[in-house]
């Protein structure tokens, strides 16, 4: 039988390293009892520095009632802790044929229903879910390090994933506290990772190629757009490049730039239906917010920033 | 005569739309007196419009002795502009033949050896400065929207540029409260352009391809990733996913998801050169901090930025 979301009461966390304990020091904070697996030497140990690290941030932000880190029980046996699961949320090593066969171990081992959700950073779980005996109730929840500060958790499923365990996984999700993005589709990377791996991999050509090094890199996003981003997303922020035209005139006016060598990465055509798209998008997100109005909240949140990092 | 950086009175901001505009009311909150001009009809408005709205968060930050939005003056001839400036920023829109043209009519009109610095997004001066009589005093000094609150500039001479005027322009946007990057090299987009360049096109073809919507693409920034990158840049947060081992480790781990098809950018490959470049400018940016340091420091700096924004 699944429990209700609401009903969770053990998280089973399959695999403790930074991910996986992050998870674990998270679902603590909430009120959660954690059993934490993890095959490889010295994971207990590991997992107990990590969670210890993590609980002052934790505490701060504010534990739930009963949140407890002797909630956190360490189980050298993967069938022992899955039977106890009410969720299962897996962060092993992105290996496909590692995650395959967990998975698999996981799915029999645990009661039938409990969903089963996977940290992996860009495999969708079509080709996860291959050996599973129930794969229905598998999905991704694919969080961002450190999980149990950054609240952005990716819920998709595979093929064989129940569309009800989507649901499931992304209400449960937000009652533990995330912001969740539900995925109607599979796409290698997901969003953020996407988007995230693109500027990653141009800084790593950047290097390699002697344009920039390490700390410039760091610098121009700690300094530059990266200040922009806790508040306004990528497509926001260039809503207010276009001045009162908004995004309709900044890719009227910046469209020709997407033909410059300003990264590796060829743009995609910008046809009428992309602008629109886009505009429309800009549109629906602003939901009546006025040019002016958007500058100033920007405004507000940047100088937070800065005021919060000491900066200002 | 070149003023001393430090003697620089006033500034002629060479182009006031939305960053020309952003730079005006940045120089006259650090007391600067600005002279701007801009051949669009309106301008004389839309500039005040924009000084008008930025001057509650320029004054929050605090202003500097003598700061005064009247000693903004709007001259509508470029020549009688260009005559009282002991410093040039040109931020005319992104059109390659206009910037010539522009920079040319600016330098015959600036007093010999002030410096003139542009705000273009990607050319390089190099490819600017071929019109000018006197290019040596050309140089590029890119800020980010809005100049007024993001502290980086990206300062870059071309093949003409004299040595010594990269160096004063790093100098003045420094004494101006400026976060400096002084490139070595004309790269298009810089760096932070490059970067942010790099995600946005990876966003555009998702929205083109049906990948994901422009309000998940941003709430997938301000609410993963996003939160991290006031803090910590790119390299250094990967230096953290790898836990004790670092960036050595996440590079040995992660790899191998270069080659991934996370993002439509394919990756640099990981020579050993590459990964080493990496590993040592991570432990140079980190400066003696441990990853526990580092860790401690993320988390201090991703609660304070979500605290203020009101989202802890």
């Not at 969770?8 to 934490?36: K, N, P, Q, S």
Request: glycine fraction near 10%; charged fraction near 25%; hydrophobic fraction near 45%.
């Amino acid at each position: 039988m699944r429990p209700a979301s609401q009903d969770v009461r053990t998280v089973v966390c399959a695999g403790a390293g930074v991910i996986g304990g992050g998870w674990a020091a998270y679902f603590l904070a909430r009120g959660y009892r954690v059993v934490a697996w993890d095959p490889g030497a010295g994971a207990e140990e590991r997992l107990h520095h990590l969670v210890d690290a993590a609980w002052p941030a934790l505490s701060e932000l504010g534990l739930a009632d009963g949140a407890d880190r002797a909630s956190l029980v360490f189980e050298p046996d993967l069938g022992r802790a899955c039977v106890q699961a009410d969720f299962v949320q897996e962060s092993a090593p992105e290996d496909l044929a590692l995650k395959r066969r967990l998975l698999a171990d996981i799915d029999a081992a645990t009661p039938e229903d409990v969903v089963i959700s996977s940290s992996t950073s860009g495999f969708g779980m079509s080709e996860m879910q291959t050996e599973c005996a129930r794969p229905g109730r598998t999905v991704v929840g694919h969080p961002f390090n450190p999980p149990y500060l950054i609240p952005l958790v990716e819920v998709a499923g595979g093929t064989r994933t129940d569309p009800e365990v989507v649901a499931w996984a992304s209400d449960f999700f937000r009652l533990a506290g995330k912001s969740v993005i539900t995925m109607d589709r599979e796409v290698p990377g997901f969003i953020a990772n996407r988007l995230q791996e693109a500027l990653w991999r141009e800084a790593l050509h950047m290097v390699a190629a002697g344009e920039a090094t390490v700390e410039q890199i760091d610098l121009s996003i700690t300094d530059g757009p990266g200040l922009r981003w806790p508040v306004q997303g990528p497509m926001l922020t260039f809503h207010l490049a276009g001045g009162q035209g908004g995004m309709a005139h900044m890719l009227d006016h910046f469209g020709p730039s997407l033909l410059s060598p300003w990264t590796r990465l060829r743009a995609a055509e910008l046809t009428p239906e992309l602008r629109d798209a886009v505009v429309e998008g800009c549109d629906r997100e602003a939901a009546g917010r006025t040019i002016d109005d958007l500058v100033a909240e920007r405004d507000r949140g940047v100088i937070a920033v800065l005021r919060a990092l000491g900066r200002a």
